[in-house]
C-alpha cells in the first residue's frame, strides 16, 4: 500500500513576530488540512523552511505533528541533509516518533555522484525503518537523480518505495516509471505537472497550491483517479495562473503571503527569504480572488 494516495500538503511552519515558531497556529493549519480534503501533511519540507530550522526545531515540528494529526492523516517527515549521518539521525528519530513515511531530498551543495546518491540513501534506509520517498529538485540542491538510481534504489532497498519528481523533465519521469515496471509510488513536486505525472502512473502530489487550494487540489487527483480525466484537466489548467503566481518569487515567499491573505496571520520568513514584494503581493491576491479564494 502506498504512503499515501491524493495531494499532500508541503505545509509551511509558522512563525511568531520574534522568529520562533508558532505551534498553536500550526495546530491549526493541521486541523485546517484534516478538514479541508488534504491527504496527506508533509512537514520541514522545503517549503516548511527546513533549511533555516535548527535540527531540534526540526524535530520538535515533526513531532507535533505526527501527535496533532492524530492518526487522521498520514504524516510524511523531512528528514534530508547534505549530511549523511545527520540525515540518518533525524531520519531515525522521525520514524520511532511514528512519521508514516520520510521525504529525504537529495543532499544539497555536495553534488553527489549517482553512486553517491545510492551509498547516501541506502545508508539512511538501513537504519530508519519507514518507507522513504526521495526527492530529485536540482534546481535547488544542484543534483539531480537519475532514472536508473531510481530504479536501483526502488528495486534493491525494501523500504525505498518512492520518489517525489520536481526536476520538471517528463521524459524522465516516463523512464522511471518504464524502469521499475511502473512500481515505483511517483509524486508530482511540481503543482503544475500534477496530471501529466497521474498519466503516468503517479499516486499524487506533494504540493504548494495545497496550502491555499486543499480542496481543489484533492480533487484534481481524486477526479483522475475515478476516471474523470477530462474534469481533472479542467482543474489543472485552471490553476495554472494561481500556480504561477505561488513561484513568481522563490518558494515559499509567495505561498506564505498567500495564506497570510487568507487571513490566518502565519507569520514572516526567517532570513535570507525575504518578503514578497507589493506588485507580486497584488497579482498573487488577484490570481487567488480568479480562483475562487477567499481573501481576509
Avoid at 12 to 30: M, Q, R, V
Avoid at 55 to 69: L, P, R, Y
Avoid at 211 to 238: M, W, Y
Wanted: aromatic residues 4%; glycine residues 10%.
Amino acid at each position: 500500500m502506498a504512503v499515501f494516495e491524493g495531494a499532500g500538503v508541503a505545509i509551511i511552519t509558522p512563525f511568531h513576530a520574534d522568529g520562533s515558531i508558532n505551534y498553536d497556529k500550526l495546530s491549526e493549519l493541521i486541523d485546517y488540512h484534516c478538514e479541508g480534503g488534504t491527504d496527506a501533511i508533509i512537514i520541514c519540507g522545503t517549503t516548511g523552511e527546513s533549511s533555516t530550522l535548527t535540527e531540534e526545531e526540526h524535530m520538535d515540528c515533526i513531532k507535533f505533528t505526527i501527535q496533532q494529526a492524530k492518526g487522521r492523516l498520514p504524516v510524511i517527515a523531512g528528514t534530508g541533509s547534505n549530511c549523511t549521518r545527520t540525515a540518518i539521525c533525524m531520519s531515525k528519530e522521525a520514524a520511532e516518533a511514528g512519521a508514516d513515511g520520510l521525504l529525504i531530498v537529495t543532499p544539497y551543495y555536495n553534488k553527489a555522484t549517482q553512486q553517491g546518491l545510492i551509498a547516501h540513501y541506502k545508508a539512511i534506509a538501513a537504519e530508519a525503518k519507514a518507507p522513504i520517498i526521495l526527492y530529485s529538485v536540482s534546481s535547488r540542491t544542484g543534483v539531480n537523480i537519475e532514472a536508473s538510481t531510481v530504479a536501483t534504489l526502488v528495486k534493491e532497498v525494501e523500504n525505498i518505495v518512492g520518489v517525489k519528481e520536481a526536476s520538471g523533465n517528463i521524459s524522465q519521469v516516463a523512464k522511471i516509471m518504464q524502469l521499475t515496471d511502473g512500481n515505483a509510488e511517483l509524486y508530482s513536486g511540481n503543482d503544475d505537472q500534477i496530471v501529466p505525472i497521474l498519466s503516468l502512473g503517479g499516486k499524487g502530489v506533494i504540493s504548494v497550491l495545497s496550502n491555499v487550494a486543499p480542496r481543489e487540489t484533492h480533487d484534481i487527483v481524486a477526479k483522475f483517479k475515478a476516471g474523470d480525466v477530462a474534469g481533472s484537466c479542467a482543474l489543472q489548467l485552471k490553476a495554472l495562473p494561481l500556480v504561477a503566481q505561488l513561484f513568481c518569487e522563490v518558494n515559499p515567499i509567495p505561498v506564505k503571503k498567500a495564506v497570510n491573505l487568507m487571513g490566518m496571520d502565519v507569520g514572516g520568513l526567517r532570513m535570507p527569504l525575504s518578503e514578497l514584494t507589493p506588485e507580486h503581493t497584488e497579482s498573487l491576491a488577484q490570481a487567488m480572488r480568479e480562483f475562487g479564494i477567499k481573501l481576509a
